[in-house]
T-cell receptor, first 113, second 110 residues
Framework: EPEVTQTPSHQVTQMGQEVILRCVPI?????FYWYRQILGQKVEFLVS????????KSEIFDDQFSVERPDGSNFTLKIRSTKLEDSAMYFC???????????FGSGTRLTVV | RKEVEQDPGPFNVPEGATVAFNCTYS??????FFWYRQDCRKEPKLLMS???SGNEDGRFTAQLNRASQYISLLIRDSKLSDSATYLC???????????FGTGTQLKVEL
């Protein structure tokens, strides 16, 4: 069964440092997403990406966040200057289009110290 | 009203029981509805999409009532392996965004 792959599985970083979370979506999917889940809380939408541009973003996705599809397979989330409150599980997801179910990656647990 | 609201549970049921989860959503323009399952500290996994006509997948039945903005999931003959958190998920934003409920925790016991 096709998978969404995320690396690393766990990242610890110091406050103020930049982090890049990496994802390889399913190859024939066209829509890509980042979600996050703070421990004990619900899954929250960050951003959706289609046709090499952001199609929607949430209030969480401020100027400290950016996404990129640098080549035909990778999809990255960059946090420029991490804060303690950025500590969460970050999930990448992809699907074939609106109205289709999403496939989520296994997540990157980001810990900001 | 919260965008997607679920009873957090936990629901503790014996193996073989039938259990029902409910969910309400606030955005009447939403077009797609899903139930996901999430195991502890794992990614959400799609359990089933939910259609207006209702749909069934083995022991799982999902229903949607658009007029009441209400979604349900019924699990029959529950198994130990069904223990997880069940997430009600509603598409919003024209298909570009999913809004998750906080989840209902299910514990199936011997």
């Amino acid at each position: 069964e096709p998978e969404v792959t995320q690396t690393p599985s766990h990242q610890v970083t110091q406050m103020g440092q930049e982090v890049i979370l990496r994802c390889v979506p399913i190859s024939n999917h066209l829509y890509f997403y980042w979600y996050r889940q703070i421990l004990g809380q619900k899954v929250e939408f960050l951003v959706s990406f289609y046709n090499n541009e952001i199609s929607e973003k949430s209030e969480i996705f401020d100027d400290q966040f950016s996404v990129e599809r640098p080549d035909g397979s990778n999809f990255t989330l960059k946090i420029r200057s991490t804060k303690l409150e950025d500590s969460a599980m970050y999930f990448c997801a992809s699907n074939q289009g609106p109205l289709y179910g999403y496939t989520f990656g296994s997540g990157t647990r980001l810990t900001v110290v | 009203r919260k965008e997607v609201e679920q009873d957090p549970g936990p629901f503790n049921v014996p193996e073989g029981a039938t259990v029902a989860f409910n969910c309400t959503y606030s955005n009447s323009a939403s077009q797609s509805f899903f139930w996901y399952r999430q195991d502890c500290r794992k990614e959400p996994k799609l359990l089933m999409s939910v259609y207006s006509s209702g749909n069934e997948d083995g022991r799982f039945t999902a229903q949607l009532n658009r007029a009441s903005q209400y979604i349900s999931l019924l699990i029959r003959d529950s198994k130990l392996s069904d223990s997880a958190t069940y997430l009600c998920v509603v598409e919003t934003g024209g298909g570009n965004k999913l809004t998750f409920g906080t989840g209902t925790q299910l514990k199936v016991e011997l």
